[in-house]
């Protein structure tokens, strides 16, 4: 029997990168999977793609921004199948050019950051969480960021929206722990999506990479794997658990970066 033989799992923006690699993986493992996307034909058509696996995937509108497509995605899973056994809140964005230090970023920026990186998982997970009190109990998976755990000198509105996704994540594994509701948080590193690669100059990747002791970007399947784990009964015991998937990025001394830079001239 598949570890999620018979679970239904909702993701949020899971058209590419690590929202699909999610998605593949736990329908590999037998859940039925509701996609939360705002490209529903090209979700389709991802889903049909599958369907020779034995894949069960389906898209479901949402859109961050259009707080009215989460009640919606939600109440249109729930419609078809009944119950939701599992909550992916994988949805982030950010602002790169706008979200910078605290004096020359601009404050719009910061608090439409903070309110769709946070404000998406509290509401999805609040409209979640009743259905799956009623359910028995459930899993729910935030996908947060290393940049949560570790300040840097630009992007203060991201680090601080995941810094809030990993406290929120505690809150409600602490709140619903009874009900049988687990809910951990997977904390990426630099991840090899698209956009990570297409925007991200090979000087800063070199740079990054030298403070990585696995010495390599994570794949969008290291982050998926660490979901499903989350997501089956593999961690039923485990629950408020902020698991960074970043190759060991930030145990090391400075000098550790310096020492690989200097070996690698």
């Known amino acids: ?8 799992a909702l ?10 690699a999610c998605a593949l993986k736990l329908a590999e493992n037998g859940a039925t999977v509701y996609m939360g996307v705002r490209r529903l034909e090209a979700t389709r058509e991802i889903c049909d793609n599958y369907k020779s696996n034995g894949f069960k995937m389906f898209p479901v509108y949402f859109d961050a921004t259009d707080k009215a497509s989460y009640t919606s995605m939600v109440e249109e899973t729930l419609k078809i199948e009944g119950r939701i056994d599992i909550l992916i809140n994988n949805f982030g964005i950010g602002r790169p050019a706008e979200d910078l230090d605290l004096v020359n970023g601009k404050e719009e920026a910061f608090f439409e950051i903070m309110d769709l990186n946070l404000g998406s998982v509290y509401r999805i ?17 935030n996908i947060s960021s290393i940049g949560g755990m570790i300040p840097d000198i630009t992007r203060i509105g991201y680090g601080v929206s995941k810094a809030a996704v990993n406290n929120i994540t505690q809150q409600i594994a602490m709140q619903y722990a009874r009900q049988n509701i687990r809910c951990n948080a997977v904390l990426p590193g630099l991840t090899a999506t698209d956009a990570a690669l297409k925007n991200m100059p090979e000087a800063f990747l070199k740079s990054f990479l030298s403070h990585v002791p696995l010495n390599r970007m994570a794949t969008p399947e290291d982050i998926a794997n660490a979901a499903l784990f989350f997501s089956c009964d593999d961690s ?8 960074d ?17 200097t070996a690698d001239q």
């Open 245 to 261: 998937v970043a190759g060991g990025y930030g145990i090391g001394t400075p000098q550790y970066a310096d020492m690989i830079r």
């Open 125 to 141: 997970t609040k409209l979640v969480i009743p259905h799956m009190i009623q359910g028995g109990g459930g899993s729910v998976v």
């Open 1 to 8: 029997m598949k570890k999620l033989e018979n679970k239904i």
């Open 11 to 20: 993701i949020t923006s899971a058209t590419k990168g690590i929202g699909l």
């Open 236 to 243: 039923s015991y485990i629950t408020g658990h902020i698991l």
